[in-house]
């Protein structure tokens, strides 16, 4: 996985508020020695899984603000290999990625579609999120450049000590500027990975995101054939509209 990964809602937000900062610049380098070393990490895997339990603020426009929760499943090798499962209460999702193209499967529906796609991992999840409005859970932690971004978005960012996490000790890291808090737990233990995460959004009604990972597993040997989609008995192939041009 080095030097290619992935993107997702967090990296859009860091990019889309690189504009002026009224914070006072405050910079622990303790918490950015602690981001670099995640980042080093995972920047070093050739394939990993893991699962993401993700709940977040969406504005329903009948009952307003209301809380959704749902559990993804994913996994990556080498620079251009992707799958995704997602499960939550607007049902089941597949995605595949081979290096050639994405496949979408909704289970409830029992249709897919097929997308031509980049040659890598980061441009594949790039055009899924900017083209057609599909987030990737926590792909940003993937990005070579995490704590540069983080540095560039954020002018406060601060190492809160030590807490625990499901019984884990792990290191809690603030973020903030005008319109956005984040905060991460990255685990103590000889391997600095991701625990869990949350967005604030001062600007959005302090609406919330929150992700916690569980089952991590570091360079696994994962069969090309699990990249590949194959329709079931009797699935609909349908067509998908893009939202927005594909970025070049």
């Known amino acids: 996985m080095k030097k290619f990964f992935l993107f997702s809602c967090m990296l859009i937000f860091m990019q889309a508020h690189a504009q002026e900062k009224s914070q006072i610049e405050q910079v622990d380098p303790v918490a950015v020695l602690i981001l670099d070393k995640m980042s080093d990490l995972i920047g070093d895997l050739q394939s990993c899984s893991f699962e993401i339990s993700t709940r977040q603020d ?45 496949s ?18 980061l441009a594949t999840i790039d ?38 996490v499901d019984g884990d000790e792990c290191f809690h890291i603030k973020a903030s500027n005008d319109d956005m808090e984040v905060q991460f737990w990255i685990s103590d233990k000889a391997y600095k990975l991701p625990v869990r995460y949350s967005i604030v959004y001062k600007d959005r009604s302090n609406m919330q995101y929150e992700s916690h990972f569980t089952n991590w597993d570091l360079n696994p040997v994962i069969p090309p054939s699990l990249f590949d989609f194959m329709p079931p008995k009797n699935a609909k192939p349908i067509k998908i509209l893009a939202t927005t041009k594909s970025p070049k």
């Open 58 to 102: 969406v504005d329903d426009p009948d009952h307003g603000w209301v809380t959704e929760h749902y559990k993804s499943t994913l996994m990556f090798d080498g620079p251009n290999k992707m799958h995704m499962h997602r499960k939550g209460e607007k049902g089941q999702e597949g995605f595949w990625y081979n290096g050639e193209e994405v």
């Open 104 to 121: 979408y499967y909704s289970y409830e529906q029992n249709n897919f579609v097929h997308i031509p796609a980049p040659e890598t991992t």
């Open 127 to 164: 055009t899924l999120n900017m083209v057609y409005g599909t987030e990737i859970p926590a792909a940003d932690f993937f990005y070579p450049a995490f704590t540069d971004d983080l540095l560039a978005a954020f002018p406060t960012i601060l190492y809160l000590g030590k807490k625990l």
